[in-house]
């Protein structure tokens, strides 16, 4: 029969990194605890940890957090920007 190839030091399979769970991105829950908190400040962080997740190629998760927490920050900061200007025409007229 064909002789039986033993894989020499070249062609082995290099190992598999470590399975590691992905870890939770901390400015993600921050930028969510933030919009829970009715903060516009969410949107930034949540922009920062979307962009931290992006670039971490899977090493990081947590996007859609990050991505409710932009939601909920811009819609905080739209309607701090209606109650202001609803104080402003008050006391203007």
Known sequence: ????????????APPAPPARAARLNPLAVLALL???????LAALFGHLAAGQITRSHGAERGAV???VAIGLGW????????IAAAVWVALAS
């Not at 029969?1 to 082995?12: E, I, Q, W």
């Not at 933030?34 to 516009?40: A, D």
């Open 34 to 40: 933030l919009g829970i908190l009715l903060s516009p």
């Open 65 to 67: 957090l990050a991505w």
């Open 1 to 12: 029969g064909m002789p039986a190839l033993r894989p020499g030091p070249t062609d082995a």
């Open 75 to 82: 819609l905080w900061l739209l309607l701090l920007v209606i």
